[in-house]
């Protein structure tokens, strides 16, 4: 029966403690307390506050920074077994608990009603540290960011007594709680309590969420670096990128599209652009694909292939599984990189004179569309005007290894704002940065030398509002992390 409390010496530890999928952040909790219902977490929280810790929240391990097995963290309260998806009559909207993963959501929602929230592509991530961050995939260019799907949420706050209680906040517009629902729209997990139960239900009058398509057509378009010169990587690159930027306006017919294009560092695999759409629609493809591939002489792979809803969105992502130490650096980008940007990123990635890592790349994925729809303070996830996120990542084992690995990410990504001192500054063109891509660095001033301020990257104008909502429900900061809103 739950709650279940382990401490060290408990059998089950090692698994509990070691769930966070970065194996740089060793996690080293007293005890960690597994949750089977709301009432647990209440308790677990007030006895955490009582105690004088800072409780820490996890909910699928898939954290990219040290939110939770931070040093300081004395307990961990683990929300894997509040997993439970179905429909609550009385909110008339479907429920889904934190510790859910994305696939069993996608698979519990699509196959007992036929409908979906679009989330991320990896099906391994929780739902809890997912929605609170804005949240989005494959479908978001047809349907939105999960949180504009978000009806309400149950919260654990504590107040000023430090006592624990859960409450319920939806977007209905009297309700005295829906600052509290606004904040968990974007804010950012972690922040302003523990969710304990996400309720979703589309906008509008009728009780739905999106349809997704019965099956989903993708082609895979493979370039070997041995094929690109650095004009074909810069007109790849810019094709990809002008494509986004011309047919990503909300409803536009290519934002039926959901693309990526990988650029690994040579040794690393072929350039690769994959492109999903609803069955059906492969027209729509063929066209965006002929398009980038007009602009590059060399001729590349190209694979096609169909299969059902739940077959593409259950696919595991390529590290699943894998427990290695990684870094990644993310941001949104309003426009195309310039060539000169680009032809620097390919000398990066092509540089063979140090840096040996195949496993390191920079991705272009699809933005805008239906996420534009929104107005940037609708939610607190401001970056309703991007049209691609850019997302690199390095993975590697031997710590010994860490500051070449750090230092690489590091620098390629300040080569790609250069102008705008290494950060994607709203204010300079760009579209800032995603809080569900944690970045430690962009909070540290020994590594964001830029002078933009890390929550102007993440929540731009939105932040003097997220503020008011931590000292209204969190005036104790008790949930508190490097990216967490700060108290006024
Ligand atoms: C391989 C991979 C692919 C990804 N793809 C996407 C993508 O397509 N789209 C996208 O938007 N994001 C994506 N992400 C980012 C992902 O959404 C975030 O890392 C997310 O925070 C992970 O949530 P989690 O519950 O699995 O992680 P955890 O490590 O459990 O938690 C992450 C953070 O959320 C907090 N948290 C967890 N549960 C709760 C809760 N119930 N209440 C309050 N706070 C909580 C934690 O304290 C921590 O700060 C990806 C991440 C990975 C590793």
Redesign the pocket.
Known sequence: MYPVTVDKADPRYPDLAG????ARFPADPAKIVLAGETEHVVRAVEDAVRAGERP??????????A??DHPGTRTVLD?SE?KAVGFDPELKAFSVE??A?LGAMYRTLFLRWGVTVP????P???????V???????LSRAHG??VDHLYGVE?VVVDESGRARAVLATREPDDPHRDLWWACTGG?????????RFLFRSPGGELSLPAPPAAVTKQTVRWQWADLDEDGFVGLVRAFSAWHEHNSAPGSPGARLDNSLTLPRAGGGPITLESAVEDGHAGLADAFLAEVRRAVRAEPETEVSTSPFLAAALVP?E??GVKGRFK?KAAFLRSSWTEETIAGLYRRLTDESGYQNPAAAFYL?SHGGAINAAGPADTAMAHRDAVLKAYGSVFWWDPREDDLHLSWIRETYHGLFAEAGGVPDPDRGYGGA?V???DADLADPELNRSGVPWHRLYFRDNYAALQRVKARWDPGDT?R?A??VRLP
Do not use: K, W
């Not at 820490?56 to 920074?65: I, L, N, P, T």
């Not at 609170?132 to 494959?138: D, L, M, N, R, T």
């Not at 950012?188 to 304990?196: I, Q, R």
């Open positions: 769930r966070g999928i970065n820490a929240v996890r909910s699928g391990g898939h954290c990219f920074e939110l939770v929300l509040m934190p510790g993963t989330a991320g592509r990896c391994e991530i929780g739902v809890g540290g997912h609170p961050g804005g949240g989005g995939g494959a960011l999960s919260v950012g997990a972690g922040a302003f309590g523990v969710v304990t992502d590290y699943a990644s994925l995603f569900n891509y944690a949930f992390h990216l967490s």
